[in-house]
């Protein structure tokens, strides 16, 4: 898991494909995973994959759980190539709080019981389209337009009272396009990249202090 999600790795498939992977670990860690892929047609290749993940936490009240789900199609046409790809991910999670030093050096792994009701659940969408096509025989033109969008609900409770239901909504594009070329000097030759990344953020959160929004 990379920053709370799940890492599905994604690419294209060269044949038919199956794998799957079983997990246990410490504090009731478990996970599972499995992909399959088909490249159906010379032009045509489709991917899909699942994954679970979840643990107790070494805290108390820190039981979290994962899972994520990807479906993938490569389309071949001529010398270039086209991927969609569509991810959704929800994890669910039990937040602990803080600790005073008097209450780690009693038990480090337990949590205060204003923090009992405290909790952090996101449900994440991503999709990403690209395309690699040759302009040249020396010149390329590859790119991807890729969508995130996170919705957050959490409960935060201070030491000295509980805190209410809260919201964090989040939503990213990305434009990424690169032009690659091979220029020759003298003897030797030079392998050159122009690109430029385009992000698009719009960030909203509604606590009980109230809104929050920001597009940047």
């Known amino acids: 898991a990379v920053g709370g999600l799940v890492n599905l790795v ?8 199956a794998r799957s992977s ?3 670990g410490r504090y009731g860690g478990n996970g599972a995973g499995l992909a399959l892929a088909d490249r159906l047609t010379d032009v045509l290749a489709l991917g899909a994959a699942a994954t679970h993940a979840a643990t ?10 994962t ?3 990807r479906l993938r199609a490569d389309l071949d046409a001529g ?3 086209v ?3 569509i991810q959704g991910i929800q994890q669910r999670q039990q937040t602990p709080g803080a600790l005073f030093a008097s209450e780690v050096a009693a038990n480090r792994r337990q949590s205060a019981a204003v923090y009992r009701r405290d909790y ?14 040759p302009l040249s025989e020396a010149w390329r033109l590859e790119g991807e337009l890729a969508y995130r969008d996170s919705d957050r609900r959490f409960l935060q409770s201070f030491r000295f009272f509980p805190g209410t239901a809260a919201t964090q909504d989040r939503s990213v594009w990305t434009l990424t396009p690169r032009l690659q070329g091979r220029v020759p000097l003298g003897e030797q030759v030079a392998e050159i990249t122009l690109g430029v990344d385009v992000e698009q953020t719009d960030y909203a959160l ?4 109230g809104p929050q929004a920001v597009d940047q």
């Open 10 to 17: 994604s690419r294209r498939p060269e044949g038919r494909e």
């Open 22 to 24: 079983v997990s246990v």
């Open 56 to 65: 107790d936490g070494y805290r108390d009240h820190n039981r979290t759980r």
């Open 67 to 69: 899972d994520g789900a």
């Open 206 to 209: 509604l606590t009980q202090f």
């Open 79 to 81: 010398d270039g190539s």
């Open 120 to 133: 952090s659940d996101t449900d994440t969408v991503l999709g990403r389209v690209g395309v690699s096509r």
């Open 83 to 85: 991927f969609l790809e």
